[in-house]
């Protein structure tokens, strides 16, 4: 009889365990139990303390789950889970506190569990309308698609009266209501337009209250969505012509009153979690450089680069030998116009740069396609010239445009949701809004560099006497050139070891120098940073040594003194230094175990250390602006089970041809898309899942070309599409056959894949949305928190087909028929 009860709250006992770890569980537990009967009530209770009891129980997972198992080691008992079980483990302990039957009991039902796995199949056994491929299909995420709320939205289902006009009404319901609008069901047989008015006179609450409206209430339609061959929701706005401040304040008073009882809608803000979680995963692993131009009168100059892990690297390939960018003349006013000048929304080229160093001096040589184009024997000249050097790179440049408009996203949160919701919502501040007042347009700098293409270039011939003639292409040095403004972009911390600030004497030695007294500003596990009295001549890279005279008084274990570290960073005024622990330590006990046992011994007093921006605000205001304008193809690996699977794919301002290829074949339900057929057989499943385990975060993105060949006259997908994939730098010549297949017969598309491992979720970025759900669907918050925890890799399709083709042994007339065959079927797909 208990287990029967027990059975019948499972919803509220999911939301009540995930709260037990909260110091104000009881207050929790009471208004969560609050119109639950007292035998009811005590059985729930009962349950709680049984899942809250501390237990010793060891797991062992061999030969129960699909994934791997290892052993795992908690509190000296040693378990023997997978890397999911683990993940849960660490998650629930965290949240828990303690390893208790509550822990124990998640681990065991992993969706890769054997058991778990039958039971869902069972399940699904009985389930017959949902689509295979709507099953398997990963969701697409739009990015920046979600908006705020002027108002909650009750889920509120009354009988309705619509008048269609000419005294033509018809029956109806409504699934949700506000101040301010609704969606109702009606007929879908009723023709009704985007525009309309309609009147709707809620019956279902005529019947219990006085409203005084005879005539109803006064709707515009805003969209009308099929339902069922049967029903159609239509989406309302009030036009308020009534101006009826008795019925606003009822109805208001209303929601405000029911919205426990009857649920507020949240799809919209567990919409806007979805996409940001997705957002702050995509954006530190793009492999392009952002950069920002700003117009001055009437002048285009870039003025701002954000900068991430992934992209970092090519700001530094265009700084010179005194660490000055030289962006404002590569991307120069000439060459910005030109682009602007090239078709579609997104304008494309390929830039090729090399460097030369003379006196000291580094020189950047660079070249636009466009530019090329205009003179064959020039662009031998150049691509062949400029192949045969180390520092040869070519970069595919898109631009579009900008606004800094776009540099504020509110909370998806509707204002009268919390009194701090208005708080919340702030612009970027002043001094960061003066950076991008003026930006116009933004452009992705990626990297498309390949040995193919080095080889295939380094096989033109080119007259050695008419090098000279490069130097148009060449630039001199400005003594005060524009500056460029480098932003890093924030996002979750994702660093090893935390820092905390803590003040401690310490000693700088350096080999063959006379020691300089400082002082600790902050430390880790793995590393220090320290403030010198007076400037130090160490450079990045030098081993130095580090005394720590008060510290070494509070412990006799460790020597704190003569410890080696390597210098990481040094500041411009040469007395602040970045140290981390050097590898080449033979010390039995380092500096590492020192930190370790002062950290995890002073927990509770230590002060994490905040990175502070040099602009406030800035790196937000410039992410929000990236989020608006993405144009390529990112999408996601989930773990499934013992391997990954494309699990959600990205979609932004511009989607690419292979967004409207795949869409154009999508017959399943809206919102997912069939991505397996782009993808050799068992790639993903096998070949990236194995790749990626050996990858760290911190590790560079792996690298891929993918080959694909496309027959838009077979109606199926998995027929339509042939690819190969190969690691970057692999021999292409066992594809001559296919690419030269594709060209003459169907369309080629070349990308570059990029993969990164991904780290954990910024779930402070997504706190204040998860908390509203929280508040009234808590089972709801933490499954969108641990869909994201699934997310395992960051990949990024570029599209490098017209480089590629320059580099082909093929007739020209093939290639060229083939860019009209697919020029042709892009249009048509977009007409």
Same mark, same amino acid.
């Given at each position: %009889? ?29 208004? %969560? ?29 061999? =030969?129960?789950?699909?994934?791997? @198992? #290892? ?35 998640? @681990? ?49 289902? #009354? ?21 301010? =609008?609704?969606?109702?069901? %009606? ?32 709707? /515009? ?35 405000? =009153? ?60 265009? /700084? ?88 504020? #996203? ?7 949701? =919390? ?56 630039? *001199? ?8 403004? @480098? ?24 080999? *063959? ?139 932004? +301002? ?6 409207? +290829? ?66 970057? *730098?692999?021999?292409?010549?066992? +594809? ?96």
């Amino acid at each position: %009889m208990a287990e029967d009860k027990l059975q019948k709250y499972q919803p509220l006992i999911k939301e009540l365990k995930s709260q037990l770890g909260d110091p104000n569980f009881d207050r929790i537990f009471d208004q %969560m139990t609050s119109d639950i009967s007292k035998p009811d009530k005590f059985l729930l209770k009962m349950e709680m303390s049984r899942l809250s009891q501390p237990i010793a129980r060891f797991i062992d997972l061999r =030969g129960q789950v699909a994934g791997e @198992v #290892i052993p795992y080691e908690y509190d000296g008992k040693q378990h023997f889970m997978d890397d999911l079980a683990i993940e849960v483990f660490e998650r629930e302990i965290a949240r828990h506190g303690k390893y208790t039957l509550a822990v124990y009991e998640e @681990v065991m039902h992993t969706e890769n569990n054997f058991r778990v796995m039958q039971k869902a199949q069972d399940s699904e056994s009985l389930v017959e309308d949902i689509a295979p491929e709507q099953v398997d299909s990963p969701q697409l995420i739009r990015f920046a698609s979600y908006e705020s709320r002027i108002e909650e939205r009750m889920n509120y289902s #009354i009988k309705i009266s619509i008048e269609l006009g000419k005294g033509h009404s018809i029956r109806g319901t409504t699934s949700d209501i506000s101040l301010s =609008g609704a969606k109702i069901k %009606m007929p879908a047989k009723e023709r009704i337009k985007q525009g309309q008015i309609v009147s709707i006179r809620l019956i279902g609450l005529e019947q219990e209250f006085e409203l005084g409206l005879k005539g109803g209430i006064q709707y /515009e339609v805003v969209a009308i969505e099929p339902l069922s061959r049967e029903l159609s929701h239509v989406r309302l706005k009030r036009t308020f012509i009534e101006n009826s401040s008795s019925f606003d304040e009822f109805l208001d008073s209303f929601i405000h =009153g029911n919205k426990r009882r009857y649920k507020i809608n949240l799809d919209n803000t567990m919409d806007a979690i979805i996409c940001k979680g997705y957002e702050q995963y995509y954006q530190p692993r793009v492999n392009s450089l952002f950069i920002f131009i700003t117009e001055k009168d009437k002048l285009l100059l870039p003025s701002i680069a954000l900068t991430n892990e992934n992209n970092a690297n090519i700001h530094y390939y265009f /700084e010179d030998e005194r660490k000055t960018s030289c962006l404002y003349q590569v991307l120069s006013q000439a060459r910005l116009e030109a682009m602007l000048s090239l078709p579609n929304a997104v304008k494309e080229s390929t830039l090729y740069c090399f460097t030369h160093i003379k006196d000291g001096k580094m020189y950047h040589y660079s070249a636009f396609d466009f530019e090329l184009a205009k003179q064959a024997q020039l662009r031998s000249l150049f691509i062949a010239y400029g192949a045969n050097k180390s520092s040869w790179r070519t970069f595919k440049v898109q631009l579009m445009p900008s606004h800094h408009e776009d540099a504020f #996203i509110p909370l998806s949160l509707p204002k009268n949701a =919390g009194k701090n919701v208005e708080k919340l919502n702030k612009r970027p501040p002043p001094r960061a809004q003066s950076y991008i007042d003026n930006v116009k347009y933004l452009i992705l700098l990626t990297d498309i560099s390949s040995e193919h293409q080095r080889t295939a270039y380094q096989k033109v011939t080119f007259d050695k006497r008419l090098v000279n003639q490069l130097k148009v292409f060449g630039r *001199g040095k400005a003594l005060n050139p524009p500056k460029l403004e @480098v932003v890093s972009l924030e996002y979750v911390n994702l660093r090893a070891h935390k820092r905390y600030l803590y003040k401690t004497a310490t000693i700088l030695h350096v080999d *063959g120098a006379a020691e300089v007294q400082g002082y600790t500003l902050d430390f880790s596990v793995m590393g220090l940073q320290i403030q010198l009295a007076q400037p130090s001549t160490v450079t990045k890279g030098d081993i130095v040594h580090i005394d720590l005279p008060e510290l070494q008084k509070i412990t006799k274990q460790y020597t704190l003194s003569n410890l080696r570290y390597e210098v990481m960073a040094v500041s411009k005024t040469k007395t602040t230094i970045n140290l981390k622990v050097s590898k080449l330590t033979d010390s039995p006990k380092t500096a590492s175990d020192f930190f370790k046992l002062l950290i995890d011994s002073n927990k509770d007093k230590l002060q994490p250390c905040k990175e502070t921006p040099r602009v406030p605000g800035l790196s937000t205001a410039l992410r929000n602006m990236i989020t608006k304008s993405v144009c390529q193809f990112p999408f996601y690996l989930h773990k499934e089970a013992s391997h990954f699977k494309v699990g959600s794919v990205g979609i932004g +301002l511009y989607p690419t041809p292979i967004h409207h +290829l795949l869409m154009q074949y999508h017959y399943g339900k809206q919102g997912y898309l069939n991505v397996k057929p782009l993808f050799p057989s068992g790639f993903i499943e096998n070949t990236l899942t194995e790749a990626v385990k050996k990858h760290s975060r911190k590790s560079k993105p792996l690298k891929y070309n993918l080959f694909v060949s496309f027959d838009n006259t077979e109606k199926d997908l998995s027929k339509a599409i042939k690819s190969h994939c190969i690691e970057k *730098g692999e021999p292409q010549e066992s +594809l001559s056959l296919f690419l030269k297949k594709a060209i003459t017969k169907n369309m080629l598309f070349v990308f570059h894949l990029h993969v990164s491992k991904t780290g954990r979720p910024d779930t402070d970025y997504l706190a204040n949305e998860l908390r509203y759900v929280s508040h009234y669907a808590l089972h709801k918050a933490k499954e969108l928190e641990e869909g994201l925890w699934k997310v395992t890799g960051v990949c990024d399709l570029i599209d490098v087909t017209d480089e590629h083709l320059r580099t082909l042994e093929l007739d020209n007339k093939l290639i060229t028929a083939m860019r009209l065959r697919k020029q042709t079927w892009l249009k048509s797909l977009l007409n």
